[in-house]
């Protein structure tokens, strides 16, 4: 078994170097060796202490900042663009088992019992406007119980999430922001409950759901649209087994982005390349071309290219 020597940093509040998904899936192949002068860097999005390295680096975002290819040889991130540098891999797949989401769901008739409050939503995030506009406007026709730190009106913030989810017909479950690509644990944390999510945030959210499975905004176009959506399924259980009797996933059969074989053949692949600085192997050139690809909005665009020419 072939030995790698590898570090992490600038995850989250509480990311452990050492155990973690990525030191255990990659132990299953290799000889893995957390150390402080690896060969290989992890760095995701909290903090530049990456910078100090001088080795290969792979930047890792669940969030919705994309790769710089001036900071970071390869990435694992959100980008619908995949090739030799990147590889899509959404932040969900790190929240359970998607396997367990197939149909056959539990009945209907089970779930119902335990859904005993209308909507919820449960958030830390004060400047996702999107989602503070439409919490308020839901909030005129019934009550939603927000469980989070921002806007708790239940007493204080939720001590076990899954658990004060799984009461709920509805779960508002917006992304902080819209980005194609973009799909959190927001949307199928409330799946795994059997609550169903009001989802805002991936436009392509179709190449990893099936969105016949929950309320997507997208389809509707506007606050007041979905929100006469949701009053009607809350109004009338039949449309609202209907839907819940959906495949979370198109044709019942899990996505490929899902599939852990290909983060191992990925990683694989960028542990045994002889290219030992893909930042400079690669080039200016490959650089500007992968942000001509990706579809930005023209300032924030334009403000990248002038920055790498």
């Known amino acids: 078994m072939r030995t790698i020597k590898i570090d992490f940093c600038d995850f989250w509040q509480g990311f452990d170097r050492h155990q973690n998904y990525f030191t255990q899936l990659l132990s299953r192949y290799f000889q893995v060796v957390v150390c402080d002068d690896p060969d290989f860097l992890f760095f995701s999005t909290s903090g530049i202490k990456h910078k100090g390295y001088n080795c290969i680096k792979i930047y890792y975002t669940g969030e919705s900042f994309p790769p710089n290819y001036i900071d970071c040889d390869y990435s694992v991130s959100f980008e619908l663009i995949e090739n030799h540098r990147n590889l899509r891999y959404p932040l969900y797949i790190l929240y359970g088992d998607m396997h367990s989401l197939l149909s056959p769901k539990k009945p209907y008739a089970e779930v119902r019992k335990q859904h005993t409050k209308f909507c919820n939503m449960v958030v830390s995030n004060a400047r996702a406007t999107k989602r503070i506009d439409f919490?308020?406007?839901?909030?005129q026709y019934k009550q939603v119980d927000s469980g989070g730190r921002y806007l708790?009106?239940?007493?204080?913030?939720?001590?076990?999430?899954?658990?004060?989810i799984?009461?709920?017909?509805?779960?508002?479950?917006?992304?902080?922001?819209?980005q194609d690509g973009?799909?959190?644990?927001?949307?199928?944390?409330?799946?795994?409950?059997?609550?169903?999510?009001?989802?805002?945030?991936?436009?392509?959210?179709?190449?990893?759901?099936?969105?016949?499975?929950?309320?997507?905004?997208?389809?509707?176009?506007?606050?007041?649209?979905?929100?006469?959506?949701?009053?009607?399924?809350?109004?009338?259980?039949?449309?609202?087994?209907?839907?819940?009797?959906?495949?979370?996933?198109?044709?019942?059969e899990v996505n490929r982005y899902c599939n852990e074989d290909r983060l191992v053949e990925f990683l694989s692949g960028i542990?045994?390349?002889?290219?030992?600085?893909a930042r400079y192997y690669y080039g200016r050139t490959a650089t500007i071309e992968y942000y001509k690809a990706r579809v930005f909005a023209g300032g924030v665009k334009n403000k990248i290219l002038s920055i790498l020419r």
């Not at 919490?135 to 909030?139: E, I, P, R």
């Not at 799984?166 to 819209?178: C, H, P």
């Not at 309320?215 to 819940?244: C, T």
Request: hydrophobic residues 35%; negative net charge; glycine residues 6%.
């Open 135 to 139: 919490f308020h406007k839901l909030s």
């Open 152 to 164: 708790n009106n239940i007493g204080g913030p939720i001590e076990n999430k899954m658990e004060f």
């Open 166 to 178: 799984s009461q709920y017909k509805f779960s508002i479950a917006f992304e902080n922001k819209s």
């Open 182 to 252: 973009y799909t959190t644990e927001k949307l199928v944390e409330p799946m795994f409950c059997g609550s169903m999510p009001i989802y805002w945030g991936n436009k392509k959210v179709a190449l990893d759901f099936n969105p016949a499975s929950f309320i997507n905004w997208d389809d509707y176009g506007s606050d007041e649209a979905v929100i006469e959506r949701i009053i009607e399924l809350d109004q009338n259980d039949d449309l609202y087994e209907e839907v819940y009797n959906q495949p979370y996933f198109t044709g019942n």
């Open 271 to 277: 542990f045994s390349s002889r290219i030992r600085n």
